[in-house]
């Protein structure tokens, strides 16, 4: 019996202190035109995630967005010259960083992996 209630002590626990990955997010990504800010913009509720990431012509919103405690994933699709391009992002969240790998879709490339870091909570 005590070990039972232990065990649910400690479940219970992870739950109250897994990581919250809603706020505001920034990482640095080599364009064309040289160094630019990506901004994330997330909102985590329970393990559904949603939100939006700047880019070329403003915000896309993201799509698919999963929080598994601090396993975080969601994918991005914009149009460019009439084609879909498909990036999923993966990635683990550790206090106020996010490390992400992002993947084209189709594409021969490797993934890159990025850092992003908290801007704000809200």
Known sequence: MKLRLALLLCALAAMVFAAD?????????QGRNGAQTVTLTLKADGSNLT???SGRGGD???????????NVSFSVVREFQGN???TKYSG???GDELKLKIEI????MPAREVTAKRVSST
């Open 84 to 86: 879909k391009i498909n």
């Open 51 to 53: 939100g939006s990431i």
């Open 105 to 108: 879709e189709g594409r021969d």
């Open 21 to 29: 990955v809603t706020g505001k997010w920034t990482f640095e990504q």
């Open 60 to 70: 896309t919103e993201i799509t698919n967005g999963k929080v598994d405690g601090s």
């Open 92 to 94: 683990t969240l550790s």
